[in-house]
């Protein structure tokens, strides 16, 4: 049974909607479909139990014709981009809007794929080109695409290196807010947009990573746990 009340995380979203991209392709490609249809069962049952999406999906295994991009997909991409908005999007605005601003995710952006913004589109809901794969399209904000969490070890030479996508051109700077406790001794960042080096002692330190370009600047909190 589906857990309606648990967020549905980044990490969810875009492995669920990547599977979608690589099923549809497996399906155009070797013409499975009994046997790709219940794959994708299968690794939804196992890797997003809380997903509503089997149900719909499994529809579709008892229709007769082969699979396809334009009809059979549709109802896998419906629930997908209602589940999100539900567990993790605004309560007010269209439901393209909704989503967008699901996707967009406070600065730590979700990209889709072109293949599932293409049948996001054919079932009613629009996805902003920023939101889309390379996520580079004109005058996009810059929205992280590295973790915002990094582990390390004591004693042992540490990297961690920023990514984020958005246009025109990104730069990236470290500091540190009200609370947070600021890179470790020995660990630095290099003006550029890598965090690295090495630091004796464990703990948990807070920082601020800020990404900016002509459009704006997203800051989000930076956590580096060493152990």
Request: hydrophobic fraction near 40%; glycine fraction near 10%.
């Given at each position: 049974?589906?857990i309606t009340?648990?967020p ?26 009994a ?5 994708y ?10 997903v ?5 999906f ?18 896998a ?12 999007g605004?309560a007010?605005g269209t ?7 699901y ?5 730590d952006?979700i990209l889709?794929?072109?293949e ?9 809901f629009i996805i902003d080109?920023?939101?889309?794969d390379p ?13 915002l ?6 004693s ?16 990236f ?6 609370g947070?406790?600021g890179l470790?001794s020995?660990?630095?960042f290099?003006?550029?947009n890598?965090?690295?080096g090495t630091h004796?002692?464990t ?8 990404a900016?370009?002509g459009?704006g600047?997203?800051?989000k909190t930076?956590?580096i746990?060493?152990?």
């Amino acid at each position: 049974m589906p857990i309606t009340n648990t967020p549905l995380t980044k990490a969810q979203f875009e492995f669920l909607q990547q599977n979608i991209t690589d099923q549809i392709t497996q399906v155009e490609t070797a013409g499975v479909i009994a046997q790709s249809g219940l794959h994708y069962v299968v690794l939804l049952q196992v890797d997003a139990p809380e997903v509503d999406l089997v149900n719909p999906f499994f529809a579709q295994l008892l229709r007769t014709e082969a699979l396809n991009s334009d009809s059979n997909w549709i109802p896998a991409v419906v629930a997908l981009n209602n589940h999100a908005i539900v567990r993790g999007g605004p309560a007010t605005g269209t439901l393209s809007e909704r989503l967008n601003a699901y996707l967009e995710n406070g600065g730590d952006r979700i990209l889709v794929t072109q293949e599932y913004a293409n049948l996001s589109s054919l079932a009613g809901f629009i996805i902003d080109p920023c939101n889309i794969d390379p996520g580079t399209a004109a005058g996009c904000l810059p929205g992280f695409t590295s973790a915002l969490a990094a582990t390390g070890q004591t004693s042992v030479a540490f990297s961690y290196t920023m990514t984020a996508v958005g246009t025109p051109t990104i730069t990236f700077a470290v500091s540190t807010g009200i609370g947070q406790t600021g890179l470790p001794s020995g660990i630095t960042f290099d003006s550029v947009n890598t965090i690295s080096g090495t630091h004796v002692g464990t703990g948990i330190f807070t920082v601020t990573l800020t990404a900016t370009n002509g459009v704006g600047a997203t800051a989000k909190t930076f956590t580096i746990t060493l152990v």
